[in-house]
């Protein structure tokens, strides 16, 4: 390979390594209120469409998945992953066992504050979408009301390092409340 091939290829390699560590635009990633959304839309989901639409939630080009976030089902008392739309291997598999690396079981939060009756958010260590490595993971979670399916939950989180649980709670808080956010 000559010199200038060599010199284009290591700019472009620079050129890929700078937008990479520039980050993902705005666009790309999900924010606290489209989670509540998607979450609460889920719930509704199934709730009308009853246990036939855990299938819905499967594949990674359905409605649930979008930016760089996704709803995924599970079944707090089943102790079961009944969805998750970017990792299949998790379908079928007890939950209740699985913690982040710092040792915080996942689920058993998950499915603690999405008992409540508005939900809640859990912040644990996830993997993050195409990113190869552990990312900061705040989930919101709610309890889907699915007649003869009592403790399935659905949940879609955000990856963000600087948001405070006490402002995840403002956006909830706010959403909660017809006033200040209207429903569409």
């Not at 666009?27 to 819905?56: C, I, M, P, Q, W």
């Not at 007890?94 to 939900?119: H, W, Y």
């Not at 405070?164 to 959403?175: C, D, G, H, I, S």
Request: charged letters at 25%; one cysteine or more.
């Amino acid at each position: 390979m000559n010199f200038a091939k060599t010199i284009g290829l290591m700019g472009l390699v620079v050129a890929c390594g700078a937008a990479r560590a520039a980050g993902p635009s705005e666009a790309e990633v999900a924010n606290a209120e489209e989670v509540v959304s998607k979450v609460r839309a889920a719930a509704r989901y199934l709730h009308d469409k009853g246990t036939s639409a855990f299938a819905d939630f499967h594949h990674k080009d359905s409605k649930w998945v979008w930016k760089d976030s996704y709803v995924f089902v599970y079944d707090c008392r089943k102790d079961r992953m009944i969805a998750h739309p970017l990792r299949p291997d998790l379908v079928g598999k007890p939950i209740m066992q699985i913690t982040d690396n710092s040792g915080k079981f996942i689920f058993k939060e998950l499915c603690k504050v999405g008992s409540e009756a508005r939900g809640g958010w859990v912040e644990y260590s996830w993997p993050k979408p195409g990113a190869g490595r552990l990312s900061r993971k705040v989930s919101y979670a709610m309890a889907a009301d699915i007649s003869f399916s009592s403790g399935v939950q659905v949940s879609a989180g955000i990856y963000d390092e600087g948001i405070t649980l006490a402002e995840l709670n403002k956006v909830l808080e706010k959403m909660s409340d017809p006033a200040k956010y209207p429903a569409l």
